[in-house]
C-alpha cells in the first residue's frame, strides 16, 4: 500500500516558486529522509503532506485519500519545525490539551510517553522554562503518543545532546520494525538520517531528487 504519493507537486508563495514537479510514492513501511539546506523546501514538503498547506498544483494523496483544501490525514503524527506549545502549561497539560482534540488516548497513554522520551511526567514545570533539547523530546512526544501509521518529523534531531539523539533513534527504529509506521525525516544534515532511512531524497533548487537507496 502507499503511505504517500505526490504527483506533480508545485508550490508558490508570494511569487517565489519554493517547490516544483514534486513526484514521490513512499510505501507503507519505509523511513525516508529529506535532506538539504535550511530554507530548501523541506518543512513546506511536510507542510503539505501533513494538510497544512495546500499545493499550488498537483495532487497528494496520503493512504490512497487524496488532500483537499481543509482536510487533514488520519492516523498521522506530526513535529513540525514550529510545533507550538503553550508555555503555561506542564509537559502533560500540554500533550492533554492536543490528545483531547481526537479522544483516542488518555492520561496515563501520555505519561507513558513523556516518560519513554527522558522528561518527568510528574515534573509541574511550565514548558515556557524547558531548554530547546527538552522542547524537542517533548514534540517528539507529541508525534507518537497515538501510535500513527506516518510520522512527519522535521529536524527531530535539532537540539538534541548525544543521548538525545541516541534515544529519539531508538524511538524511531522501534515504531517503525514494531509497529509498522512510515517515517518521514527531514535534517539539514545527512548524517542525521543516514543511520535510518532505506531511501534519501534531496531538496534543492525548488527540485526533490533521489540520491541513495537501500
Known amino acids: 500500500m502507499e503511505a504517500v504519493k505526490l504527483t506533480n507537486v508545485e508550490k ?73 506549545f503553550l508555555p503555561s502549561l506542564s509537559a502533560v497539560d500540554n500533550l492533554r490539551t492536543i490528545a483531547d482534540v481526537r479522544g483516542i488516548i488518555g492520561l ?23 531548554s530547546v ?11 507518537i503518543m497515538e501510535s500513527p501509521k506516518l510520522l512527519l518529523l522535521d529536524e527531530p534531531f535539532s537540539g538534541l545532546d548525544e543521548d538525545g539523539v541516541i534515544l529519539v533513534r531508538k524511538l524511531i527504529k522501534d515504531m517503525n520494525e514494531k509497529d509498522g509506521a512510515t517515517v518521514l525525516i527531514t535534517s539539514h544534515i545527512k548524517e542525521d538520517i543516514e543511520a535510518l532511512c532505506t531511501r534519501i531524497f534531496r531538496v534543492a533548487s525548488g527540485k526533490v531528487s533521489l540520491t541513495s537507496a537501500s
Open 108 to 130: 496515563e497513554e501520555i505519561k507513558h510517553y513523556i516518560e519513554l522520551v527522558g522528561l518527568n511526567s510528574a515534573s509541574k514545570k511550565k514548558v515556557g522554562k524547558f
Open 133 to 143: 533539547g527538552m522542547k524537542q523530546r517533548l514534540a517528539f512526544a507529541q508525534a
Open 12 to 84: 508558490i508563495i508570494n511569487g517565489d516558486t519554493i517547490l516544483s514537479g514534486v513526484n514521490i510514492t513512499i510505501k507503507q513501511g519505509e523511513i525516508v529522509g529529506f535532506e538539504g539546506r535550511n530554507g530548501s523546501g523541506k518543512s513546506v514538503l511536510f507542510k503539505m503532506i501533513a494538510g497544512v498547506m495546500i499545493p499550488t498544483n498537483g495532487e497528494i494523496a496520503v493512504f490512497d485519500e487524496v488532500l483537499e483544501k481543509g482536510r487533514f490525514p488520519e492516523d498521522i503524527g506530526v513535529s513540525l519545525d514550529n510545533t507550538g
